[in-house]
C-alpha cells in the first residue's frame, strides 16, 4: 500500500507540472550537486564542466579537457530516473572552449517506462575580454529535446516529439572578486506538438557573487520563469582546506534549503547534496567529474 502510494504521489507530481504551460518538462532539473548544494544560485560563478546547465559564458574558463557524471534521486522516488554526462574542450587561441552535454529523465515502474525526456547539448564559451582586472565572456547553447511517452493500458504506443531550443549567457568579474552573471535559457520559445503546440518553458537568470576572502564565495540569483513568480536563490561556499569545500544554500518559490560538500583530489571532483522540499521528499544528488591536467 506504502508502495502504490509514492507511485500515485509522482505520478501526480509529473501531471501537475506537465498540464497547462508544460513547465514541468525539461525543467528544474540540474547536473552540479555544487550548484545544488547553492540552491542553484550559480549563473555568476560557473565554471567547469557543468557550466553549460548555468551559463555557457562560464566555459571560457576551461583550460584542460574535462568529463563529468551525474546521478540524481529526485525527491527520493525510486521510479524518478535522472543522469547527466557533459565532457568539455578547450579550444586554441581565444576562441574558448566547447562541451557536449546529455540528459536522460525518465519515470520507470516495473520496466515500463511511462515517460522519457532526452536533452543534447552542443555549447561554446569564449571571452570578449581578460585581462587582470577584470573579464568578459559570453557563450550559448544549441539544444535538442526529445520526448517519449510510453504505452497506454491497450498497448499502443503514446507518441514522440522533438525540438530545438537556443540559450545565451553572459559573465563578467571585477579584480577576480566580484561576479556577476545572467543566463536565458530558450529564447526561441521551443515547443512541442502540431495541432496543440506546448511551449517549452523560459527563462530569464541574473546574479552576482563575491569572494570577500579566499576560500570563501557568496552568491544571489534572481530567477525568472515564463508565468511564474520571481525565485531567489543564494549560497556560500567555503573551503576550510584547500582539498574539500562544504557548501550551504536557500530559495524561495518554494522555500528549499540545501547542504553538500566537494572533495578535489588528483584531477577528481567529488560533490554531493542534499536540498528539502516543503511538501515532497529530499533530493539527493551525486556527481563526479575529472579534470585532465587537475591537480
Not at 501526480?12 to 514541468?24: A, E, R, V
Amino acid at each position: 500500500m506504502r508502495k502504490t502510494m509514492k507511485i500515485l504521489h509522482g505520478i501526480l507530481f509529473i501531471l501537475i507540472f506537465t498540464s497547462q504551460s508544460f513547465s514541468g518538462a525539461f525543467d528544474e532539473r540540474y547536473p552540479s550537486a555544487r550548484a545544488t548544494a547553492l540552491s542553484n544560485a550559480y549563473v555568476a560563478v560557473a565554471n567547469d564542466v557543468w557550466a553549460s546547465y548555468y551559463n555557457p559564458a562560464g566555459l571560457a574558463q576551461i583550460n584542460n579537457y574535462a568529463a563529468g557524471f551525474t546521478y540524481q534521486r529526485l525527491f527520493n522516488l525510486s521510479f524518478f530516473k535522472n543522469i547527466f554526462f557533459s565532457a568539455a574542450m578547450p579550444l586554441p587561441g581565444s576562441f574558448g572552449a566547447l562541451s557536449v552535454s546529455f540528459e536522460n529523465f525518465g519515470v520507470e515502474y516495473e520496466g515500463e517506462w511511462m515517460s522519457s525526456e532526452y536533452t543534447a547539448k552542443l555549447s561554446h564559451g569564449f571571452y570578449l575580454l581578460n585581462d587582470i582586472h577584470s573579464s568578459l565572456s559570453i557563450g550559448y547553447n544549441l539544444n535538442y529535446f526529445y520526448w517519449k511517452l510510453g504505452h497506454s493500458v491497450d498497448g499502443l504506443q503514446l507518441g514522440s516529439a522533438g525540438t530545438f531550443g537556443f540559450d545565451v549567457g553572459i559573465q563578467a568579474s571585477i579584480y577576480h572578486r566580484t561576479y556577476l552573471g545572467v543566463f536565458v535559457y530558450n529564447l526561441n520559445a521551443p515547443s512541442f506538438g502540431k495541432d496543440l503546440q506546448r511551449e517549452l518553458p523560459q527563462r530569464i537568470v541574473a546574479g552576482a557573487a563575491y569572494r570577500p576572502l579566499s576560500g570563501l564565495v557568496t552568491t544571489l540569483v534572481m530567477e525568472k520563469t515564463v508565468g511564474s513568480d520571481i525565485m531567489v536563490e543564494g549560497g556560500f561556499e567555503y573551503y576550510p582546506i584547500d582539498f574539500f569545500c562544504l557548501r550551504l544554500g536557500a530559495s524561495t518559490m518554494p522555500n528549499r534549503i540545501s547542504v553538500g560538500f566537494g572533495l578535489n583530489y588528483a584531477g577528481f571532483v567529488i560533490d554531493y547534496a542534499f536540498r528539502n522540499h516543503p511538501v515532497l521528499a529530499e533530493t539527493h544528488q551525486f556527481g563526479i567529474s575529472y579534470n585532465f591536467g587537475g591537480k
